[in-house]
Structure formats: structure tokens, C-alpha cells
């Protein structure tokens, strides 16, 4: 069976709108490394969106999910529960930033994680009002292609969105938006749109995912955790794709200090299973009622077997500190090819193993090279690297390596993207 025939197959039989970056049809992966059906070995650099942080067929993942398989697959934790979600559940109450006693929820996917704060958050505040920022990603279903600020492709044909949704501007140096100048437009979304008194929640990835890799500061973490305060608004961290010791830390936010009121968690958690979750302070995620909250297979048994091997892998291997470390070599990489294309490169950046690199025409951050970065990205699959892009004007290209992946590894795959500039320029 070769690639082009699977992808002739996929053609037929599975809708256009789930797309596949290129054609090229996995037979086996380990830990950073994935072999086709046709027996070519590619180097990841997407590690599934960040969810194999912990690499492919990580050995003790594979064996806590052997070791489940053997008791039982499914029996749904509201029906008949089981230890294992009780003490993932434990685990993560323990490792969330702050002091606050925690609860958590176990759902399937991140967009059902974020869904959920939206329901607990206005449960909690009787409020209906939410505020999302430009350029963030929260998930395909309505709720959250209303709160994703970025309409192509993923709201453009599906609206009408839900009401009382209003974005923000998210800072971002690079292109010239202070954290000042994104407050004061927070301050007149209160003014114009809707009075801070009917908001419930501000949710914000503390570092935008597919909106390009733009970190936010932690001066301005600190002063929407304060405007909620003042306000009575929850703020919700969504950390679907900078958890799970992603960015150097546990959790992204940590890094700034603040305490964020509900969190979102998924991809990375289980290690390549279907798991999410939204981890609370425990006064507010135990407002809805009982059967408020849930879902058929949310929590299930295999998914939170893998993510406690998951916990264990990022603590005995010390993946924060290799993300820092992972980080910093991919970023010596993109210098040096900064440096040959520095009226192609606009911007590199990274925030431990979230690495980005900003594709410009003339070095102008406000030309942005689309066409470069498709073309990179199909070169690299030709060449045997998995590279993803993203960002809202199509002009970043984002390395997203497993923790796990061998440093010998990660120097292949980047010389690899340096022969790809050589040849597409």
C-alpha cells in the first residue's frame, strides 16, 4: 500500500473539511520518529499538536495501558467509577497553580474542557457575558468556534455563533500591541459592549497555540487576574496545548504568579489518548447541580491510566527542565537561519518547547509570507520532517518536538528545515 493510494482512499471516504496536512500515511512512530506505510522514516516535529510530549509508545505509557486493557475499557465514571480517575483527579487538584483547594472534571476532548468553564463560569456568576481575544483557538464545536478569534478556517461558513461573546486584542510586541493598549480595549468592551458587572468569565491561552505563539506577558496576567477580582469575573486559563510541561513549567500561567479560577487540560495529559479536563478552584466547580457536568466516556479508564503514567514520565525524566533545554537548542537552529534569511524571518521565539519562527516579506512584520511557509511546509514532507504552521495571517512555522525527542534528533530534523529554506528560496 503506498501514501498516494491511502490518500486516494481518504478522499473517498472521509469529508474534505478534515483535511490532512500532507499526504503521508504513518505505519509505526517512536519517541520522536515516525515510519510510513511505504517505510520512510520522518522526524516529528508536530508530536500529534503537542499531545505525545512524552514522545510516541513512551514504554511506560504503552505498559499502564496494556496493564488497563487486561481489567476493563469502559464502564463511564457516572455510572460505575473506578481508582484510577479518583487519583488522577487527586494528581491534578495537587499540581494546579495556587494555593486554593482544587476539584477537577474529566471530559474527552479540549473543546468539551473549555465548553464546561463556559458552563461553570456562568452557573457560578449567573452572568452570561465572555471575553476571548483575538487570534486565540478554543475548539470546533459552536460554543468555542465563537470563542476562537481566527475565522478561516474554522469559523468561516458555520455561524451564527453564540451571543455575548466579545474579543480583545491580545498583546503582542512583535506587531505592536501593548499590554496597555489591550487593556484599555478590555476597559471599552465594558463601555460599549457589555458592563463588566454581566461578564462571567475571561478565558485567554497564556500562549496562543494556533494563533501563532505569541506568550502572554506576565504583567498582563497579573492585571486581568486583578480586573477580575474587582469585578467578580472568573478568569479561565485555557492550557490545552502549553500544559503538561510543555513551556518549562507544569503549566504555562504558573510562570506569572498568578491563580487562575478554572483550567483547561488536554492534549498532552494521556499521552496520546482521548482525555481533557477542567481543574477548578473547588468552591466554584462544585456550583452545578449533580449530572450537570459529564459525558459517556469522559474519564475514561484507559485515558487516566495513561495519564498518571504520563505525570510519572514527566517527573522522573525532568520534561520541564528538557523543555527549557529542548527550547533553547531548536532556538540556536532558527538564529542561524535567521541570520542567512533575515529579510524572510521576521521573528523566532519560543517558550520552552513551543518554538515559533514569524515568516516576512522585506523584513516588514506587517508583510506577511503565507506562500514561504506552505512552501516550507510541504518541502519538509518531502524531505522526512513533520512541521506544522500556524497563526492568524498563515506565516508561522511552529516546532513542536516530543521532550522525549534525542538531541541528535532534534539537530537532524533542524538542518533538515535549513535545506528546506535552501531549497524553496
Not at 509508545?57 to 496493564?67: D, L, S
Request: glycine share 10%.
Amino acid at each position: 500500500m503506498s501514501n498516494a493510494d491511502l490518500q486516494k482512499r481518504k478522499e473517498s471516504a472521509i469529508a474534505r473539511g478534515q483535511g490532512n496536512m500532507a499526504p503521508v500515511y504513518v505505519d509505526r512512530a517512536l519517541n520522536a520518529e515516525l515510519w510510513d506505510v511505504e517505510g520512510k522514516r520522518h522526524i516529528d516535529f508536530g508530536a500529534g499538536i503537542a499531545v505525545v510530549n512524552t514522545g510516541h509508545n513512551h514504554p511506560k505509557v504503552k505498559a499502564a495501558v496494556q496493564a488497563q486493557l487486561e481489567r476493563f475499557t469502559h464502564t463511564c465514571v457516572m455510572v460505575s467509577p473506578y481508582e484510577s480517575a479518583v487519583e488522577l483527579a487527586e494528581k491534578l487538584n495537587s499540581i494546579a497553580p495556587g494555593s486554593t483547594p482544587k476539584k477537577s472534571i474529566f471530559v474527552t476532548t479540549g473543546a468539551e474542557a473549555v465548553e464546561n468553564c463556559v458552563k461553570i463560569a456562568r452557573c457560578h456568576t449567573g452572568r452570561p457575558g465572555i471575553i476571548a481575544f483575538n487570534g486565540g483557538f478554543h475548539g470546533r464545536t459552536n460554543m468555542t468556534m465563537g470563542l476562537t478569534g481566527k475565522v478561516n478556517p474554522y469559523k468561516a461558513g458555520f455561524g451564527p455563533f453564540p451571543s455575548d461573546i466579545f474579543h480583545v486584542a491580545y498583546p503582542n510586541e512583535y506587531h505592536g500591541i501593548s499590554i496597555e493598549q489591550s487593556l484599555e480595549e478590555l476597559k471599552m468592551r465594558f463601555t460599549c459592549d457589555i458592563e463588566a458587572s454581566r461578564v462571567a468569565a475571561i478565558i485567554l491561552e497564556p500562549v496562543q497555540g494556533e494563533g501563532g505563539f505569541y506568550q502572554a506577558p506576565a504583567e498582563f496576567l497579573k492585571a486581568l487576574r486583578a480586573i477580575c477580582d474587582e469585578h467578580g469575573i472568573l478568569l479561565i486559563m485555557d492550557e490545552i496545548q502549553s500544559g503538561f510541561a510543555r513551556t518549562g513549567t507544569m503549566f504555562c500561567h504558573e510562570q506569572s504568579g498568578i491563580e487562575a479560577d478554572l483550567m483547561t487540560a488536554a492534549k498532552g495529559i494521556a499521552g496520546g489518548f482521548p482525555l481533557a479536563a477542567v481543574i477548578g478552584k473547588a468552591h466554584i466547580m462544585d456550583t452545578p447541580l449533580p449530572g450537570g457536568l459529564g459525558g459517556t466516556y469522559g474519564g475514561s479508564p484507559v485515558g487516566c491510566a495513561a495519564a498518571l503514567a504520563v505525570l510519572d514520565v514527566i517527573e522522573e525524566e525532568g520534561l520541564c527542565e528538557r523543555a527549557i533545554a529542548v527550547g533553547e537548542q531548536a532556538m540556536a537552529h532558527l538564529k542561524e537561519i535567521q541570520a542567512l534569511y533575515p529579510q524572510l524571518v521576521g521573528n523566532i521565539r519560543n517558550t520552552g518547547s513551543m518554538i515559533a519562527m514569524e515568516l516576512v516579506k522585506e523584513g516588514d512584520a506587517s508583510k506577511p509570507n503565507p506562500e514561504l511557509t506552505k512552501a516550507l511546509s510541504a518541502k519538509a514532507a518531502e524531505k522526512g520532517l513533520v512541521l506544522l504552521s500556524c497563526g492568524i495571517r498563515g506565516n508561522v512555522i511552529r516546532v513542536l518536538p516530543a521532550l522525549t525527542i534525542e538531541m541528535e534528533i532534534l539537530d537532524e530534523g533542524m538542518t533538515i528545515l535549513k535545506d528546506c529554506f535552501h531549497d524553496v528560496v
